[in-house]
Nanobody, 128 residues
Framework: QVQLLESGGGSVQAGGSLTLSCSIS????????LAWFRQTPEKEREGVAY???????????AYADSVKGRFTISKDKAKNAFHLQMNSLKPEDSAMYYC??????????????????WGQGTQVTVSS
């Protein structure tokens, strides 16, 4: 049974930073598509960042335009976890953030159907 557990959410002032972490447990060998999504009550769940292994120590990453240059996704292979470093946070970044993992590689990384497993979410609140 695969489980994803997010941590690191919280409240911060605009311009501040937070790091989210997602720990993956269970049979994870085939779960190479890893991503962060976010959702608010007013908007549908949207892709924030994505990481996929390209070679043994190399990854392909992608970001939503709204977070490029501010957010960084990374993979901790030894700990079977991945992270989202969020800098220069804005009030519009406030949302519930979810990590996701999948083995259905192909198509758009921001397509929710690409992912088999989801975390329970962690709240990020950015005040102005």
């Amino acid at each position: 049974q695969v489980q994803l557990l997010e941590s690191g959410g919280g409240s911060v002032q605009a311009g501040g930073s937070l790091t989210l972490s997602c720990s993956i447990s269970g049979d994870t060998a085939s779960l190479n598509d890893l991503a962060w999504f976010r959702q608010t009550p007013e908007k549908e769940r949207e892709g924030v960042a994505y990481i996929y292994p390209r070679e043994e120590f190399s990854y392909w990453v992608a970001y939503a335009d709204s977070v490029k240059g501010r957010f960084t996704i990374s993979k901790d292979k030894a700990k079977n976890a991945f992270h989202l470093q969020m800098n220069s946070l804005k009030p519009e970044d406030s949302a519930m953030y979810y990590c996701a993992a999948g083995d259905r590689h192909g198509g758009s990384w921001a397509d929710l159907s690409l992912y088999n497993y989801w975390g329970q979410g962690t709240q990020v609140t950015v005040s102005s």
